[in-house]
């Protein structure tokens, strides 16, 4: 997938922990490591507003397009 998903670099620049973030969020241990890891197929714009807001960041910050020979929009249509 071309997002990338730097949420471990911006908990380790604001030092704060997974669970932390979590529990001001109110979401999931689990959902945060699947978004951390990449794993994650979508994310909710109420769920990104709240990282943001307790992060004191912007999605920017979070989300970085990387285009890649699997990006499907990088392909030509013509063939």
Known sequence: ?????????VLLDR????TELADRVGVTIANLSILKTGKAR????STLAALCRELDCQPGDLLVYEA???DPLDEDPEG
Do not use: H
Request: glycine share 4%.
């Open 68 to 70: 890649g020979p699997d």
């Open 1 to 9: 997938m071309p997002i990338r998903v730097n949420l471990d670099r």
């Open 15 to 18: 030092r704060m922990s997974l």
């Open 42 to 45: 979508a994310v909710r714009f």
